[in-house]
T-cell receptor, first 116, second 113 residues
Framework: DAKTTQPPSMDCAEGRAANLPCNHSTISGNEYVYWYRQIHSQGPQYIIHGLKNNETNEMASLIITEDRKSSTLILPHATLRDTAVYYCIVGRLFNAGGTSYGKLTFGQGTILTVHP | NAGVTQTPKFQVLKTGQSMTLQCAQDMNHNSMYWYRQDPGMGLRLIYYSASEGTTDKGEVPNGYNVSRLNKREFSLRLESAAPSQTSVYFC????????????FGEGSRLTVL
């Protein structure tokens, strides 16, 4: 699986957009970009994923560059509760026994601090 | 709908003792996973079960065994605990083409003295 590079930490003002970058220059054509976050010591929480196109859901938007070598997670209106470690992960799906699964590798992520 | 439930949440062991971490999911997911997270680090995959009846090693399987008891339950066993296994353990599950959307439990914090 391709490796990712993220800044160790970022700050954001409450109410502003948080833009978290991720580099994945060795990504393969069948690998997805996944974003998760981990608040304090809780279990990680899935945010969003994409293959080629930009994606948006109720939590965030994912912008993937045309060459797929980097992406940006956007939290449009950050709140204090968005303070967390954000993980950018590149991985592909495997098939076995009629089902698909992912073996995702979590790096150290970006510590996002949202301040008042 | 509890999602992924792990027990126990906290455990202290002495070196050489054995224990089993239990994980159950109520989402009818086929795939289940065990990860460990050491302080200040990301998560590392220990073992996974792509579907009921199958288990495979992940990145750091040494010192652990797993059992996929049925579709709902996936347990992780430490046969002879070592201080290096002090960590937070997370169980997760996923389903089908959304196989990369993992649902995690709240974690089990294990200390080995």
């Amino acid at each position: 699986d391709a490796k990712t590079t993220q800044p160790p930490s970022m700050d954001c003002a409450e109410g502003r957009a948080a833009n978290l970058p991720c580099n994945h220059s060795t990504i393969s054509g069948n690998e997805y970009v996944y974003w998760y976050r981990q608040i304090h010591s809780q279990g990680p929480q899935y945010i969003i994923h994409g293959l080629k196109n930009n994606e948006t859901n109720e939590m965030a938007s994912l912008i993937i560059t045309e060459d797929r070598k980097s992406s940006t997670l956007i939290l449009p209106h950050a709140t204090l509760r968005d303070t967390a470690v954000y993980y950018c992960i590149v991985g592909r799906l495997f098939n076995a026994g009629g089902t698909s699964y992912g073996k995702l590798t979590f790096g150290q992520g970006t510590i996002l601090t949202v301040h008042p | 709908n509890a999602g992924v439930t792990q027990t126990p949440k906290f455990q202290v062991l002495k070196t050489g003792q054995s224990m089993t971490l239990q994980c159950a999911q109520d989402m009818n997911h086929n795939s289940m996973y065990w990860y460990r997270q050491d302080p200040g680090m990301g998560l590392r995959l220990i073992y996974y079960s792509a579907s009921e009846g199958t288990t495979d090693k992940g990145e750091v399987p040494n010192g652990y065994n797993v059992s996929r008891l049925n579709k709902r339950e996936f347990s992780l066993r430490l046969e002879s605990a070592a201080p290096s296994q002090t960590s937070v353990y997370f169980c997760a599950s996923s389903e089908g083409l959304a196989g990369g959307e993992l649902f995690f439990g709240e974690g089990s914090r294990l200390t080995v003295l």
